[in-house]
């Protein structure tokens, strides 16, 4: 039997598949961007710390941004994720803005290479902004020219169904 994190309804991680998720969401946009501090990275949300265990494989520079805290500090020590992001919060070059994803771009001024929307699904309307044309609309105003948004789409599946990484270039 597989073990599983589910956040309220939305399944977060399955042992089957936590890797495969990651490698298509950070491994292969990355293998088009140099491995260097030079490559700056946002990932909009992520608190699982596994997305940044995979970027600090890359060493690139990494702006993660997570609303729960109480999460992010659970997963610090939580057994199944330890063996997937083997304290990657602990990254030198990584910076954590503990704040909503959709303030905090609206709020920023930086410009990045890569986004990577780890966000878990919208399970009650408080996440509704993060799935809002407002929010998409922000994302090419954080963008360095000719550069991507990754993502994967959310599914409710009760099941480890694979999981489809989307590359969106946005204008």
């Known amino acids: 039997c597989e073990r599983c994190l589910r956040r309220q ?3 977060q991680r399955g042992e089957i598949w936590a890797d495969s998720y990651h490698q298509g969401l950070v491994d292969v946009p990355l293998s088009v961007y140099d491995n260097s501090t030079a490559t700056d990275v946002l990932v ?5 710390w596994i997305a940044t265990d995979y970027l600090r494989a890359h060493n ?11 999460f992010m500090k659970h997963a610090k020590s939580d057994e199944l994720l330890r063996r997937y992001h083997d304290g990657a919060y602990q990254y030198d ?10 303030d905090f771009l609206a709020a920023t001024t930086n410009s990045y290479d890569l986004i990577l929307l780890d966000l878990p699904g919208a399970t009650n309307d ?4 993060l799935y809002s044309t407002e929010f998409y609309s922000l994302l090419p105003e954080r963008l ?16 480890p169904a694979p999981h489809t990484t989307h590359i969106h270039p946005l204008p």
């Open 9 to 11: 309804t939305a399944l």
């Open 44 to 48: 909009l949300g992520g608190g699982d």
């Open 60 to 70: 690139v520079s990494v702006d993660l941004v997570d609303v729960d805290a109480e």
């Open 93 to 102: 070059n990584l910076t954590v803005h503990q704040q909503d994803a959709f």
């Open 126 to 129: 408080d996440m509704l902004h």
């Open 144 to 159: 360095a020219p000719d550069r991507v948004v990754v993502t994967r789409p959310y599914t409710r599946s009760p099941s």
